[in-house]
C-alpha cells in the first residue's frame, strides 16, 4: 500500500470518528429492520436515512479531516513526494474508510435482513454518494483556505443537493406546469446525485409500480436497463469530475 | 287321470309357456334394460357408432344424459334445445378450430354441461362467439368444464337461475382490449350463482351487464386484461371472498346500486391507471372485510354516494383510496390503513363523507384518555398527494426531503388539503379482523 | 547551482516578488535578508515548489523546477514556524520522512538528534512540544539526508541560546563541504561565520546581492550587521 495512504490511515483510525460513523449506521440499520416487519419497507426507511447522512458526514468529516491535516499537507508538499500523488493518496484514504464503514456499516444489516437485489443496490448506491461528496468536500476544502469557510461551502453543498435543488425543481414544477416539462425535470433532477439515488432505489422497489401513471412515466424513462446504466455513469461522473477538479487545484495550491 | 297323462299335459303347458316367454323376451328385455337406457343415456364416443355430439342431442329426449367420452370433437355450432344433460368422461375435448361457437343452449330449462373442454372457438368482431352461449333458459348448470383459449368463455343472455360452478377458464389475451373476450360474460339475467370458478386471461374475467340478484363467489382472477370482475347497469348484486389478483383493474363497479362486496382479496393490480376497486356512479352498497394489498390505488371511487367502507385493510397501496369530489355520503370507518404511501387522495376541497373512526399507521397523535381514540384529529390528504394529483410528474420528488418538509409544514398549518376531510376519531391500534 | 529568472508572484493584489533574479553557485551560503513582509519566505516557498510563481523561471542544476518534485530530495528545508501532523510522534515523523526519502534512520544523518538530544523525546506526539522542541525536530529534519542545497528560515528563532550554537556550528561544517546554504535571518550578529553572500529583499524587489568581501570593501566594514546597516543608510546603486 502506498505509504501516504498508510499514513493518512492510521490516523484515521486513531481519530474513531469514522468508526462511531459506523456503529451508528449499525444501530440504525439493525433498529430499522427490526422495527419493520416487510424488508422493503425497511430499506426504504433506510434510503430517507442515508440520502440525509450519508452526504452530510462524508462532506463535514471529509472538510474538516483536510482542514485538520494542513500540517501533514504542508510538511509533505515540501519534501520530494509529487503533490497529485499526495491529493490523490489522502483522498484515496478518506474516501476508503468512509466507504468501508458505509458498507460494513449498512451491509451487514442488509445481509441479514434483506440480502436481495435492492439491498445490494443500496449499498453500491450508497457507497457512490459517499464517493460523491468525499470529492465535493475535497474540491470545497482545495479552494478555501479558511477552515470555517470550508466548512461553511461544505453545509451549503449539502443543503443544495438535499433541499435548494429540489426546492427550485419544485418551483419550476409549480410555475411551469402547463407546458411539457416531464423530461426536463427528470433530466434535471438526474443531475442531482441526492435525487438520483433516490429515484434509482425507488423505481427497483415495487414502489414505483404503486405510483399510476407518474410511477410509470419515470419508471419508462429510468427503470430500463438502459436507464440503470445511464444513472451510474452520472453517479461515477459526479465522483469523478470534482475529484479530478480538487487534484488540479491542489497541484497549483500556495502552501 | 293317470300320472302320465298330467305329465303331458304340465309338459305341454310349459312348453307354451316357455315358447310365449322366449317370444315376449326380446320386447321384455327392450322394455326392462333397452328402453330405459335408450331413453336416459347416450354415449358419444369416437369409436362407437354415434360419434357426433350432434348425433347423440337429435337421438336424445329431454331430460336424458348425453355421456361424451374421450376425445376430440371439431362439430360447429353444436346446439341443444332441449333438457338435456352433457356430462365429459376421460376429458373429452370441443375444438371450435379458431372459427365457431362451440355450444350453445338455447330455449331450454334445466341443461347442464359438466366436465368438458371447450378450445379455440372462434372470434368474430360481430358476434360473440363463445365456448358456451346460453341464451333465454332457465335453471341452467355449468360445472367444472376447462374453456381454453376461447374468445368468450361462457356467455349467457336473459337467462335466469342458473349456476357456473368449478370452471377452470384461461384465455390468450388479444392484442386490445377489443379483440379478446370475456371470461364469463352475463348480459340480461338474474339470480345467477357463480362459484368457484378460475378465470384467467381475458378481458374481463366476470362481466355483468343487467344483471340482478346474483352472486359471485370464491372465483379466482388472475392477469385479465381490463378488469377481474365488472358491474355495468347490474343491482342487488353481491361478491363475497373472490380473489382479484394482477389485472388490468381488480373490479370495477360501474352505474350500479345495492352492491354488496364483501371478504375480497383484491391484490397487486398495479400499473398507469389500476385499482384494486373502481366504483363510477355507485349508491348505496356495502363494501366490508375486504382486503386490498399492492393496488396502485386501493379503491377509487368517482360518482359513489352512501357507500359504506367498514373493515377493510389497506396494506402497501400506492393510493389507499381515492376519494373523488363528486362523491357524497360515503362512511368510511373501522378500516385499518397500513404502509400505504397515500391514505387518501381528492381531487376537490369539499369534501362530504365521513373518515371517522379508522386506524392509520401514519398517525402520530397521542391518547392522554386512554380510550383508544387519537385527542387529535387525523388528516389523511398530505399536501404531496395534492400536488401530484395535479401535476404527476411531481412523483420524481416522491421520498424526497423537501416533500417531507412541506407535508410537515402542511400538518401545522393546513392551508390546500380539504379542511373537513379529517378523522376526529382516529383509533390508536388497529382494528382486529 | 540555484538560478532564478525573474519570478514574479502576486497574493491578490499583493505583488510580493517583482521581478526577482538571482543566481546562486555552488558552495555559496547566502544569507537572505529584508525587512518584515519583504518575500524572504515567499522566495524560500517558491524555491521548494510550495507556492507556484506567477511567472519566470526557477532551475537547480539546469532543470527547471516547474512540475517536477524529484529535485526535492536535494534540498534540506527547516521552516520558520515548523507544523506537524499533532497526533504523531516525533519517531513517526522521522519515520514517514524518512520512509518517503527512502533512507533509514542509520543511513542518515543523525548527529542534531543525538547533538539535541531528541531521542529521549521520541515517543512524544508533536502536538506536545514547545515551540523551541518543534524547530530542533525542523533543524534535524533539513539536515537528515545531507542534502546538497539547505534552505533554513529563521533558524535559530525560538532556540536556547546552546541549541543555537549547536545549530550554528552544524551550519558551518555542512557550509565546508561546500554544500549550498540558504539562511534568512533577523539576528545579523550570527550570520558572521555562517555565510559567504548576501541577498537584500526589499518590498519584493532585490536590493543587492554581493559577497561578503565586496561589501566590506565597499563599506569598510567587518561584520554583517554593520555592513548591512551602513549599507541601508547610503542608498545603493
Known amino acids: 500500500m502506498n505509504k501516504i495512504v498508510k499514513y493518512v490511515m492510521i490516523d484515521i483510525l486513531k481519530s474513531k470518528v469514522v468508526l462511531t460513523y459506523l456503529l451508528f449506521l449499525i444501530i440504525i440499520c439493525f433498529s430499522i429492520f427490526n422495527l419493520d416487519d416487510n424488508t422493503t419497507k425497511g430499506i426504504l426507511s433506510l434510503l430517507n436515512i442515508?440520502?440525509?447522512i450519508v452526504p452530510l458526514i462524508s462532506l463535514i468529516y471529509s472538510t474538516i479531516y483536510i482542514f485538520n491535516s494542513g500540517e501533514f499537507i504542508e510538511l509533505l508538499v515540501a519534501q520530494p513526494i509529487s503533490r497529485k500523488k499526495l491529493i490523490t493518496s489522502i483522498y484515496a484514504a478518506v474516501s476508503l474508510s468512509l466507504v468501508t464503514a458505509f458498507i460494513l456499516g449498512t451491509g451487514i444489516p442488509i445481509l441479514i435482513y434483506s440480502p436481495d437485489k435492492t439491498g445490494f443496490l443500496f449499498i453500491i448506491t450508497g457507497a457512490l454518494l459517499t464517493l460523491i461528496f468525499t470529492s465535493l468536500a475535497f474540491l470545497g476544502s482545495v479552494i478555501t483556505r479558511d477552515k470555517a469557510k470550508g466548512i461553511g461551502m461544505a453545509i451549503f453543498i449539502w443543503l443544495f443537493f438535499s433541499i435548494l435543488y429540489d426546492g427550485i425543481l419544485l418551483l419550476i414544477m409549480f410555475q411551469f406546469n402547463d407546458y411539457p416539462i416531464e423530461k426536463l425535470l427528470m433530466v434535471l433532477s438526474s443531475f442531482n446525485p441526492v435525487d438520483i439515488s433516490r429515484i434509482l432505489i425507488l423505481i427497483h422497489t415495487d414502489y414505483s409500480a404503486l405510483m399510476g401513471y407518474s410511477g410509470a412515466l419515470f419508471k419508462e424513462f429510468l427503470g430500463s436497463q438502459k436507464g440503470s446504466v445511464v444513472i451510474f455513469i452520472i453517479l461515477i461522473a459526479w465522483v469523478i469530475i470534482p475529484a479530478i477538479a480538487a487534484i488540479r487545484k491542489f497541484i497549483r495550491k500556495d502552501f | 287321470m293317470n300320472t302320465e297323462e298330467i305329465f303331458l299335459i304340465g309338459k305341454k303347458l310349459w312348453q307354451h309357456i316357455l315358447n310365449g316367454v322366449t317370444k315376449i323376451l326380446p320386447f321384455f328385455i327392450f322394455i326392462v334394460v333397452v328402453f330405459p337406457l335408450q331413453a336416459a343415456v347416450v354415449n358419444v364416443s369416437k369409436q362407437d357408432k354415434i360419434s357426433s355430439i350432434k348425433q347423440a342431442i337429435a337421438i336424445a329426449l329431454p331430460g336424458d344424459t348425453v355421456i361424451i367420452h374421450g376425445g376430440v370433437y371439431k362439430e360447429k355450432n353444436?346446439?341443444?334445445?332441449?333438457?338435456?344433460?352433457?356430462?365429459?368422461?376421460?376429458?373429452?375435448?370441443?375444438?371450435?378450430?379458431?372459427?365457431y361457437e362451440i355450444l350453445t343452449i338455447k330455449d331450454v330449462a334445466g341443461a347442464v354441461?359438466?366436465?368438458?373442454?371447450?378450445?379455440?372457438?372462434?372470434?368474430?368482431?360481430?358476434?360473440?362467439?363463445a365456448a358456451i352461449k346460453v341464451i333465454d333458459s332457465r335453471q341452467i348448470l355449468i360445472s367444472n368444464n376447462t374453456i381454453l383459449n376461447t374468445h368468450f368463455a361462457i356467455f349467457i343472455a336473459s337467462s335466469d337461475n342458473f349456476r357456473i360452478e368449478g370452471n377452470q377458464i384461461r384465455g390468450t389475451p388479444g392484442d386490445d382490449e377489443q379483440s379478446t373476450g370475456n371470461g364469463i360474460h352475463l348480459w340480461k339475467n338474474s339470480y345467477a350463482t357463480i362459484v368457484n370458478n378460475r378465470i384467467t386471461g381475458h378481458r374481463d374475467g366476470i362481466y355483468f351487464e343487467f344483471v340482478q340478484h346474483s352472486t359471485i363467489s370464491n372465483n379466482y382472477c388472475k392477469n385479465n386484461i381490463r378488469y377481474g370482475l365488472h358491474f355495468m347497469f347490474s343491482n342487488n348484486d353481491e361478491y363475497i371472498k373472490n380473489t382479484f389478483e394482477e389485472n388490468g383493474a381488480g373490479v370495477a363497479v360501474m352505474f350500479s346500486h345495492h352492491i354488496h362486496m364483501y371478504s375480497n382479496h383484491f391484490m397487486n393490480n398495479q400499473g398507469a391507471s389500476t385499482y384494486g376497486l373502481l366504483l363510477k356512479e355507485i349508491n348505496d352498497g356495502i363494501i366490508k372485510d375486504n382486503v386490498f394489498e399492492q393496488n396502485t390505488i386501493g379503491i377509487y371511487l368517482e360518482g359513489t354516494n352512501r357507500i359504506d367502507v367498514i373493515n377493510n385493510q389497506f396494506i402497501r397501496n400506492g393510493y389507499a383510496l381515492r376519494i373523488q369530489a363528486s362523491c357524497n355520503n360515503n362512511n368510511v370507518h373501522s378500516n385499518n390503513f397500513f404502509e400505504n404511501t397515500f391514505d387518501v387522495a381528492t381531487n376537490g376541497s369539499l369534501v362530504l363523507n365521513n373518515f371517522n373512526g379508522n386506524y392509520w399507521d401514519k398517525y402520530d397523535g397521542y391518547d392522554l384518555k386512554h380510550d383508544g381514540v387519537g385527542?387529535?384529529?387525523?388528516?389523511?390528504?398530505?399536501?404531496?398527494?395534492m400536488v401530484i394529483e395535479n401535476i404527476p410528474v411531481a412523483s420524481i420528488f416522491l421520498r424526497s426531503f423537501v416533500v417531507f418538509l412541506l407535508d410537515q409544514s402542511e400538518k401545522i398549518i393546513p392551508s390546500i388539503t380539504p379542511e373537513n376531510l379529517v378523522d376526529n376519531t382516529p383509533l390508536m391500534k388497529p382494528v382486529k379482523m | 547551482m540555484i538560478e532564478i529568472k525573474s519570478i514574479n508572484k502576486r497574493f491578490g493584489k499583493l505583488h510580493v516578488l517583482k521581478d526577482v533574479s538571482v543566481q546562486i553557485k555552488k558552495s555559496n551560503s547566502v544569507?537572505?535578508?529584508?525587512?518584515?513582509?519583504?518575500?524572504?519566505?515567499t522566495f524560500i516557498k517558491c524555491l521548494l515548489g510550495m507556492l507556484i510563481p506567477d511567472s519566470g523561471q526557477i532551475e537547480i542544476n539546469n532543470q527547471s523546477i516547474m512540475g517536477d518534485y524529484k529535485y526535492r530530495n536535494m534540498i534540506g528545508y527547516m521552516p520558520q514556524i515548523g507544523r506537524y501532523p499533532q497526533n504523531m510522534t516525533i519517531e513517526q515523523v522521522f519515520d514517514m520522512i524518512l520512509e518517503i526519502r527512502k533512507t533509514s534512520l542509520s543511513g542518515a544523518d543523525t548527529e542534531l538528534i543525538d547533538a539535541f538530544g531528541l531521542r529521549s523525546l521520541f515517543s512524544k506526539r508533536m502536538g506536545t512540544l514547545s515551540g523551541g522542541t518543534t524547530q530542533k525536530v525542523s533543524a534535524c529534519l533539513a539536515f537528515l539526508f545531507s542534502p546538497e542545497i539547505i534552505i533554513l528560515d529563521e533558524p535559530t528563532a525560538g532556540l536556547d541560546p546552546l541549541s543555537s550554537e549547536i545549530l550554528k556550528e552544524k551550519i558551518k561544517q555542512e557550509r565546508i563541504k561546500g554544500k549550498i546554504i540558504l539562511i534568512t535571518s533577523h539576528i545579523l550578529s550570527e550570520l558572521d561565520e555562517l555565510v559567504s553572500e548576501i541577498m537584500y529583499l526589499r518590498e519584493g524587489s532585490l536590493v543587492f546581492h554581493s559577497s561578503i568581501e565586496e561589501l566590506q570593501n565597499r563599506t569598510g566594514e567587518k561584520s554583517v550587521s554593520k555592513v548591512i546597516t551602513s549599507i541601508l543608510k547610503t542608498p545603493y546603486e
Open chain 1, 50 to 52: 442515508i440520502l440525509f
Open chain 2, 113 to 129: 354441461v359438466s366436465g368438458i373442454t371447450f378450445q379455440f372457438s372462434g372470434f368474430s368482431s360481430l358476434k360473440d362467439l
Open chain 2, 375 to 385: 385527542d387529535v384529529p387525523y388528516r389523511p390528504i398530505s399536501l404531496f398527494s
Open chain 2, 78 to 99: 353444436i346446439v341443444i334445445n332441449k333438457k338435456l344433460t352433457l356430462l365429459g368422461k376421460n376429458n373429452p375435448v370441443l375444438d371450435g378450430e379458431n372459427k
Open chain 3, 31 to 41: 544569507a537572505l535578508l529584508g525587512p518584515n513582509a519583504s518575500g524572504k519566505t
